[in-house]
């Protein structure tokens, strides 16, 4: 069954510092791929999304994720995190079909990420 | 401008009874979708709408049920058969299947 891992359900970095969230997936084919970021009580806004073509994405915010077929990971990173980027990130990918007979995404539980002055 | 509302933001059910949560977009996306978010959890599916006055059942339906009367709107109904209701739910529509999912702003569902 495809399913989505974000290994690290919490993680706190230093203002400033570089960024990188973790994201596996189990999915057969080539899968469609999306980041979102979660403030608390808020929807889930796109950061960005991988369909096909070059293997590394660049999104809003300053954040890019690149997408490797051989470890079936996208991994979303930032170069220098602000403190305001504090807020849940969410790895998903296009489920069974998705695209014909469904459109569900299926989600990861998400990592917190804190960001300390 | 265009996006995707819900209402309310807070909602309280007693026991026994049904409530309907309400979304509405205007960004003209034939399919929408609502999930349903637990603490330390992703999302999950609940129903979802390629197009009007169709909808099919995603991976948790027991207990709720929609409508697709019109393009622009998707309402969910919590029933009371729903043993767990306390969540926080989110709307999302996309243009087509294939398409990005935009979402609304949610809204929290408290069991009184």
């Known amino acids: 069954a495809q399913s989505v891992t974000q290994p690290d359900i919490h993680i706190t970095v230093s203002e400033g510092a570089s960024l990188e969230l973790r994201c596996n997936y189990s999915y057969g084919a080539t899968p469609y791929l999306f980041w979102y970021v979660q403030s608390p009580g808020q929807g889930l806004q796109l950061l960005l999304k991988y369909f096909s073509g070059d293997t590394l994405v660049q999104g809003i915010k300053g954040f890019e994720a690149e997408f490797k077929r051989s470890q079936s990971s996208f991994n979303l990173r930032k170069p220098s995190v602000h403190w305001s980027d504090a807020a849940e990130y969410f790895c998903a990918v296009g489920g069974p079909n998705y695209g014909g007979s469904q459109g569900n995404l299926i989600f990861g539980k998400g990592t917190k990420l804190s960001v300390k002055p | 401008d265009g996006g995707i509302t819900q209402s309310p933001k807070y909602l309280f059910r007693k026991e026994g009874q049904n409530v309907t949560l309400s979304c509405e977009q205007n960004?003209?996306?034939?399919?929408m979708y609502w999930y349903r978010q637990d603490p330390g959890q992703g999302l999950r599916l609940i129903y979802y709408s390629q197009i009007v006055n169709d909808f099919q059942k995603g991976d948790i339906a027991e207990g709720y049920s929609v409508s697709r009367e019109k393009k622009e709107s998707f309402p969910l109904t919590v029933t009371s058969a729903q043993k767990n209701p306390t969540a926080f739910y989110l709307c999302?529509?996309?243009?087509?299947?294939?398409?990005?999912?935009?979402f609304g702003p949610g809204t929290r569902l408290l069991v009184l």
């Open positions: 999302a529509s996309s243009g087509g299947l294939r398409e990005t999912q935009y």
């Open positions: 960004l003209n996306h034939d399919a």
